[in-house]
Every structure is written in structure tokens, then in C-alpha cells.
């Protein structure tokens, strides 16, 4: 998202934000059940883009994709940006090894 896309960005973030806290509930709700606390993982990739603004707010322009991570449509992820979600996906399944 570039700096001027404040309307995306809130979107985004308060899908976010739902998105955690309905697991959450569900975990709540369901316990330790496997089955449940298996089934949903999220990787929130807001501000996995951002290389060097990536710790910075998403609001008032502070987190910005870098341009490096997608191909020249800007939208579809480029040979580095897959990298990058494939190193947050293999962690998500070392987790869900480790905790089985």
C-alpha cells in the first residue's frame, strides 16, 4: 500500500484485527481440541512487505511496501516476496509439528 491509501489501510488493519480475535474466541470456545485449535492459522502479512518500514505504523504512511517484494504489477508477490511468505508459512508448520 502506498501513503495515500489510508481507507485500504484501516480496511485492512480492522480485518485484521477480527480476524485474530475470532480465533481467539474460537480457541476460547473450543479449548485445547485439536481439531479447532489446528484447523485456523493466520499470518497476518500487513506489514510483512514493508523491508525497512515494516516496524513502523500502518496509519499516516509510516509502513510502505517495498516494491522489491512484488512484480511490476505491483500486486502479484515477486521471487524475493515469495521467499519471504514461504519462510512465514514454514514457521506456522514447525509450530503446528512441534505442538502435535
Do not use: P, W
Not at 14 to 24: D, G, P, Y
Not at 31 to 57: A, M, P, R, V, W
Not at 75 to 82: A, D, F, I, M, R
Amino acid at each position: 500500500m502506498t501513503r495515500d491509501e489510508s481507507d485500504a489501510r484501516k480496511g485492512y488493519f480492522q480485518l485484521s484485527q477480527r480476524l485474530e480475535q475470532t480465533i481467539a474466541n474460537r480457541q476460547k470456545q473450543f479449548g485445547n481440541s485439536t481439531e479447532i485449535c489446528h484447523s485456523i492459522h493466520y499470518i497476518d502479512c500487513l506489514t510483512t512487505f514493508c523491508g525497512n518500514t515494516k516496524d513502523l505504523s500502518v496509519f499516516g504512511g509510516g509502513a510502505i511496501a517495498d516494491s522489491v517484494f512484488f512484480d511490476c504489477d505491483e500486486l502479484h508477490l515477486s521471487e524475493k516476496g515469495y521467499a519471504v511468505l514461504k519462510d512465514e508459512v514454514e514457521l506456522i508448520l514447525d509450530h503446528i509439528v512441534k505442538s502435535r
